[in-house]
Nanobody
Framework: QVQLVESGGGLVQAGGSLRLSCAAS????????MGWFRQAPGKEREFVST????????YYADSVKGRFIISRDNAKKMGYLQMNSLKPEDTAVYYC?????????????????WGQGTQVTVSS
């Protein structure tokens, strides 16, 4: 059983940056792929980025490519999402999620463990 807690969300002006963190506990985080998703009001949860078990493979949604950077520190059992050049359309609740296999995936149903989410609001 893996528990995930996100932090680092908040209110930022367009063009600004935020760094989200995902703290994992209680399970075998280090051998599993993880991902970040987001959900805006009235919209479905959408894929943002994913990273494999050792950080060697990453993948991004086109909407965030070149602006967001996913990373992880297995020694600390932490995942991160560095978000730069933020836009109002990035406003959403951001969730980290963990698979039970080491390889990446882009669909929510491929992930088994989920955090409670952290709100990111980007003002124009």
């Amino acid at each position: 059983q893996v528990q995930l807690v996100e932090s680092g969300g908040g209110l930022v002006q367009a063009g600004g940056s935020l760094r989200l963190s995902c703290a994992a506990s209680g399970g075998t985080f280090t051998t599993y792929a993880m991902g970040w998703f987001r959900q805006a009001p009235g919209k479905e949860r959408e894929f943002v980025s994913t990273i494999n078990w050792n950080g060697g493979t990453t993948y991004y949604a086109d909407s965030v490519k070149g602006r967001f950077i996913i990373s992880r520190d297995n020694a600390k059992k932490m995942g991160y999402l560095q978000m730069n050049s933020l836009k109002p359309e990035d406003t959403a609740v951001y969730y980290c999620a963990v698979r039970v296999v080491p390889t990446i995936a882009t669909t929510p149903n491929a992930y088994y463990y989920w955090g409670q989410g952290t709100q990111v609001t980007v003002s124009s």
